[in-house]
């Protein structure tokens, strides 16, 4: 079965390349690579011996994004990972944000009517619960106003999806990352972060030298060390679930009217202090770091149940903490020895 993904260049979507081709799916690639280089299209080849065809097209052009179905007729499923997915410069970018994010999922979905595609994946994310009063979330948690432009992209793009799942021409799932962290076991592919905006990329540039120190945003909030507690879940546990989703779909022959939400979390919090002790413990490496003050918007605490992935999916998460961390510093020491070039973020 084809597959075409968006934002297949991307961290996550380059995992999930991976585990498509090694669960027997053909997968072609979408990305326009304003956030993502198609270098990475050769570790997904070292890994599974398989050349990924690869569209370099902008999906907010939809004469462009239709040609591609026009030359790939027999896709059944589509991925949709294409996106911008920073917090902080959605805040100070929101146009960019609504635009680049809701044009391209608005384009996809009319691809999808247009050219007959059965089954959608929708990549979300557990931002759209912004500050929830009880944990662990669960896909029936009410949705909270959301924090930035960003996550507000995701509670949108959900709202469009679901609207759209009602006309009854494809089926869709949506899926809530939490905290995707580490690299692929063969160091092969992994996250490009020039400039970290998460934890972990900051982590390990700065274990490797790149950066003086960690800042730990704060050390006062309501958690048992005072440091913020997430859920991390391993990249590759996370690109597993969609290979999951799509075959839950398929399987089933699922009615075209349906659209269901997923959580994906460990379901294990855990504090940036313990981020950075398992980093210590799984690398040996010593890490340089200071408390500094809160950053804003930052949720106190939140993780996942993931009880509806594991009973309906079948997703069982492979990777502990200490996994994700060894994974995650062994990619930075092979960007490291094979720097990849990486476009320059206006
Ligand atoms: C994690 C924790 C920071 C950097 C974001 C998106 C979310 C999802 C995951 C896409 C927080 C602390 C961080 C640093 C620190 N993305 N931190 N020093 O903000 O939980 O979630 O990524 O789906 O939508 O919002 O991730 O990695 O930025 O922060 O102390 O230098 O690490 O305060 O508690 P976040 P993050």
Redesign the pocket.
Known sequence: MKIAVTGACGYIGSHTLVDLIQHGFEVISIDNNSRSTPEILEGVTAITGKIVPHYPIDMCQLDDLEQVFVQNPNIVGVIHFAAY?W?GESVDKPLLYYHNNLQALLNLLKCIQKFDIPYHVFSS???VYGNPDALPVTEETPLALAE?P??MTKQIGERIISDFSRLGVNANVLLR????VGAHPSAKIGEIQPI?????P?ITQTAIGLRPA?????NDYDTRDG??L?DYIHVSDIAHAHTLALQHLVKHQIQRNYCEVFNLGSGEGAT?LEVIAAFERATGEKLAYQIVDR?AG??AKIYANRHKATHVLGWQPQYKLDDMMRTAWQWQLRLQEHPIDFPVIG
């Open positions: 997915k917090v994310s557990c931002s930035s960003y996550a990352y939490f905290n995707p970290p905006q998460n934890l972990v900051f960690l800042s730990v945003f704060g440091t913020c997430r940036v950053r930052d949720v």
